[in-house]
């Protein structure tokens, strides 16, 4: 245990000891949905080969499994979506970057959407 000293602080060689390691990194988020534009219901088996093909090329992710509703309007018309994210963190920006430009694609002619949304943010890890 480090030394406390009087003011509450730690002593200055403990407190180098314990401070945390920081790691800097990307978070990608993608908000899968799961309805075709038509209304249908996208087969379950899409979602497992994504989350598959994710895994296999970053080692993990998170899927947020509540069903969450998007709207967005373009002219007059409202639209409405059912989505669940999933959450991927990523070290290497440049190669995340440009993998993700492409999934984005590939996903919006696969599961046949006219966009696909896939966001990117800093986090870090304590």
């Known amino acids: 245990m480090a030394p406390y000293k009087r003011d509450g602080g730690l002593d200055g060689c403990a407190s180098d000891q314990l401070r945390p390691n920081i790691s800097p990194m990307l978070a990608y988020e993608l ?3 799961l309805h075709y534009n038509d209304g249908r219901r996208i087969d379950p088996e899409k979602l497992r080969a994504l989350k598959k093909r994710l895994v296999d090329q970053f080692g993990g992710l998170t899927h947020f499994r509540q069903e ?5 309007k373009i002219g007059d018309h409202t639209f409405r979506d059912r989505v669940e994210i999933l959450r991927v963190l990523v070290n290497d920006e440049g190669a ?10 590939d996903l919006t002619r696969e599961w046949e959407q006219q966009d696909f949304l896939i966001v ?3 986090v870090s890890a304590l």
């Open 31 to 33: 908000y899968v949905p």
């Open 68 to 72: 969450n509703e998007g709207l967005w």
């Open 96 to 105: 995340a970057r440009k993998y993700f430009t492409q999934l984005k694609a």
């Open 120 to 122: 990117t943010r800093q």
